[in-house]
């Protein structure tokens, strides 16, 4: 028996209310038979668990049982700074609340855990922006903030790629997330101005679900729409979703290609992930010349010409036809820009 699974089940109910044994089982990562076990030990040491039959039935603990912050390790102290970094709490207009709260928890903790968490502090930073950009500017933030927690709509005004280009929804805003520094509302949501709405996966009562960049919002403002969030949803596993759909889409034709033992070397800080993995999983083995081919997914052909003209000359389009050209247009229009021709105009 291990007491910090017995500290963690009954924070568990403390935090979750009524809790059936395998749902417990399933948190904690152990059987169901051990899941009881254990609640019969909890309430051998005199805590007030007690059961409730049916099908809705589960364990809980007697109303006003409560226990205190007590049996933190050395290495929870230290990552209870990390769980409120500061800048994207700040984005959601949190930045005081966590102030606060850090200060709380600090004052909590014996000294010597104490000490642990602020060295933590000191030594980690958060800066989400990749870099050669800015972080974007997301006024309406704080308010989606607010809408996601009182389960309220909002009406938006939104800027998308495809035409209209300017549409107008009644966002019922199911969570929010934040994603290489760029902050992204996930909501069921409805057209106010004309039929259908966004695409998306699945559905609430808005609409169906789709993916907002916040920094897209042109306007917006609450609604006196309540609504409730689906008891299926489940945020993490819709944006996991949702990024393997977005690959999917993202990915519509293919190319074969030559890399120099230079060119693999470069390939994984020029093109994104997807491709570097697709180029190992395909590659044959290197020629007398040392060259790799291999098969790689592409968006467009525009859009692979400008990834792969990154590399220079450690990377040679085999196929399809097309982006062969395109390279080969773009590589002769650089020569007549950069040649004879062009020293020949800077002069004149």
């Given at each position: 028996?291990?007491?910090?699974?017995l500290?963690l089940?009954?924070?568990?109910?403390?935090?979750r209310?009524?809790?059936?044994?395998?749902?417990?089982?399933?948190?904690?990562?152990?059987?169901?038979?051990?899941?009881?076990r254990d609640?019969?030990?909890l309430?051998?040491?005199?805590v007030?668990?007690?059961?409730?039959q049916?099908?809705?039935?589960g364990?809980?603990?007697?109303?006003?049982?409560?226990?205190?912050?007590?049996?933190?390790?050395?290495?929870e102290?230290?990552v209870?700074?990390?769980?409120?970094?500061?800048?994207?709490?700040?984005?959601?207009?949190?930045?005081?609340?966590v102030?606060?709260?850090?200060?709380?928890?600090?004052?909590a903790?014996?000294a010597?855990?104490?000490?642990?968490?602020t060295?933590?502090?000191a030594?980690?930073?958060?800066?989400?922006?990749?870099?050669?950009?800015?972080a974007?500017?997301?006024?309406?933030?704080?308010?989606?903030?607010?809408?996601?927690?009182?389960r309220?709509?909002?009406?938006?005004?939104?800027?998308?790629?495809?035409?209209?280009?300017?549409?107008?929804?009644?966002?019922?805003?199911?969570g929010?997330?934040?994603?290489s520094?760029?902050?992204?509302?996930v909501?069921?949501?409805?057209?106010?101005?004309?039929?259908?709405?966004?695409?998306?996966?699945?559905g609430?009562?808005?609409?169906?679900?789709?993916?907002?960049?916040?920094?897209?919002?042109?306007?917006?403002?609450p609604?006196?729409?309540?609504?409730?969030?689906?008891?299926?949803?489940?945020?993490?596993?819709?944006?996991?979703?949702?990024?393997?759909?977005?690959?999917s889409?993202?990915y519509?034709?293919?190319?074969?290609?030559r890399?120099?033992?230079?060119?693999?070397?470069?390939l994984?800080?020029?093109?994104?992930?997807e491709v570097?993995?697709?180029?190992?999983a395909t590659?044959?083995?290197?020629g007398?010349?040392?060259?790799t081919?291999?098969?790689?997914?592409?968006?467009?052909t525009?859009?692979?010409?400008?990834e792969?003209?990154?590399?220079?000359?450690?990377?040679?389009?085999?196929?399809?036809?097309e982006l062969r050209?395109a390279?080969?247009?773009?590589a002769?229009?650089?020569a007549?820009?950069?040649?004879?021709?062009?020293?020949?105009?800077?002069?004149a």
């Amino acid at each position: 028996m291990s007491a910090d699974r017995l500290l963690l089940t009954l924070l568990l109910l403390q935090t979750r209310g009524r809790m059936s044994a395998r749902r417990l089982a399933d948190e904690l990562g152990v059987s169901v038979r051990t899941a009881y076990r254990d609640l019969d030990r909890l309430r051998a040491t005199g805590v007030p668990v007690y059961a409730e039959q049916g099908r809705t039935g589960g364990y809980q603990l007697l109303d006003g049982y409560r226990t205190r912050l007590t049996g933190l390790s050395e290495g929870e102290a230290r990552v209870l700074f990390l769980a409120g970094l500061p800048a994207p709490a700040a984005d959601l207009g949190l930045g005081g609340e966590v102030a606060a709260t850090r200060l709380k928890l600090l004052a909590a903790l014996p000294a010597a855990l104490r000490d642990e968490a602020t060295r933590a502090d000191a030594v980690f930073h958060l800066d989400a922006p990749g870099w050669y950009g800015e972080a974007e500017a997301t006024p309406y933030l704080p308010l989606l903030v607010d809408a996601v927690f009182g389960r309220r709509a909002v009406d938006v005004r939104y800027r998308r790629w495809r035409e209209p280009q300017e549409v107008e929804r009644r966002l019922c805003p199911y969570g929010l997330v934040l994603k290489s520094g760029t902050w992204y509302v996930v909501a069921a949501a409805g057209s106010r101005t004309e039929g259908g709405t966004e695409g998306g996966t699945g559905g609430g009562p808005g609409g169906r679900t789709a993916t907002y960049r916040i920094s897209q919002i042109l306007d917006a403002a609450p609604s006196d729409e309540r609504f409730e969030r689906p008891e299926d949803f489940v945020l993490r596993d819709y944006w996991s979703s949702y990024l393997d759909d977005f690959a999917s889409r993202r990915y519509t034709g293919t190319a074969t290609v030559r890399l120099s033992p230079r060119g693999r070397e470069r390939l994984a800080a020029n093109v994104p992930p997807e491709v570097v993995r697709a180029f190992a999983a395909t590659a044959t083995p290197a020629g007398a010349d040392g060259w790799t081919e291999a098969v790689i997914p592409t968006e467009s052909t525009e859009h692979a010409c400008g990834e792969l003209l990154r590399l220079g000359t450690d990377v040679e389009v085999v196929g399809p036809e097309e982006l062969r050209r395109a390279i080969s247009d773009t590589a002769h229009a650089l020569a007549r820009t950069y040649g004879d021709g062009g020293e020949r105009r800077r002069r004149a």
